[in-house]
C-alpha cells in the first residue's frame, strides 16, 4: 500500500479504492505541518478520508457537501482566527467544527463557539485524547443524523430541520443553546441525563463548568414552554442525577 499520509492541499484516504472518494472527509486546517501530520497520519490510520491544507487555502467548495468534521488549529493566525472559523462554518455547514487553540482566556473560546465552532480544544493536548474527541464528536455527529426531522411531545413540535420549536404553530423564543438543550432531553425519551452528560453534548465541553450554568439554562427554558415553570409539564428533576423530559410530557407525546 503507498504512504497514505495526508499532503498540505490535497486529499488522502486510508483506503486505495474509488469508493473511498466518496467517503465523509475530515478536514484539518492548521499552520503546524507536523502537528497536522501527526493527526492526520493517526486519522487514516483508523479508516479516515483526511484533508489537510494551511488556513491561507479557501475552503474547496467542490468537497464542503463531503466535509463530516473540520478541524481548525487557530495558533499562527495571526489575530483571523476567528474570521477563519466563520468562513470554515459557512463553508462547511453541515460539519462538526473543532477549534484548538493553546489560549487560555475563556473569552477566546467563547468568541470561537459563537465564530461557529461545536467544541474547544485547549493546547497542549495529547493525542489520544485528541483523537478520542474526535471520535466522540464523529458518534454524536452520526447519533445527530438518525434522528427524525420533528418530534411532538405534549402540545409542543421540536423541529430539526429549522431548529425552532412551536407550540400549535406557534415558535418559541428558544435560543440555540435552549434548542439544544431540549433537543438532547427529547432524544433521550424519558431517560435520565446527567449534567456531566449535558455538558458535553449541549455545550461541547469536558470542563467543570458550573452546575449552575445548567441550572439557570434548564429554568430558562422551562419558563418559556410551562406555563406554570413551577409546575414543569416538560422538563423533570431527578435530583442528584440531572434532568428528564417528564412524564407527562411522554405520556401525551404523538
Known sequence: ???SRPAFGMSIVSLVDQDALEMPIIQIISYDQALAAKLGDALSAGAHAVRVATPALSPPDEQSNHVQLVILDLDGADGTG????????????????????????EADAVVAFRAGADHYVRKPVGLLELLARVEALLRRASAAARRP????????ELDRMSNCVRRHGRVLPLSPMEFRLLDALVSRGGAVISRRELLEEVWRSSSDKPTRTIDLHVSQLRRKLDRDPRNSLVIETVWAHGYRLSIQARSIAS
Do not use: E
Request: with cysteine; net charge positive.
Open 82 to 105: 476567528h474570521a477563519l472559523t466563520r468562513r470554515w462554518r459557512a463553508a462547511c455547514q453541515g460539519a462538526s467544527l473543532m477549534a484548538l487553540s493553546a489560549n487560555r482566556d
Open 1 to 3: 500500500m503507498p504512504n
Open 149 to 156: 426531522a420533528s418530534t411532538r411531545f405534549a402540545d409542543i
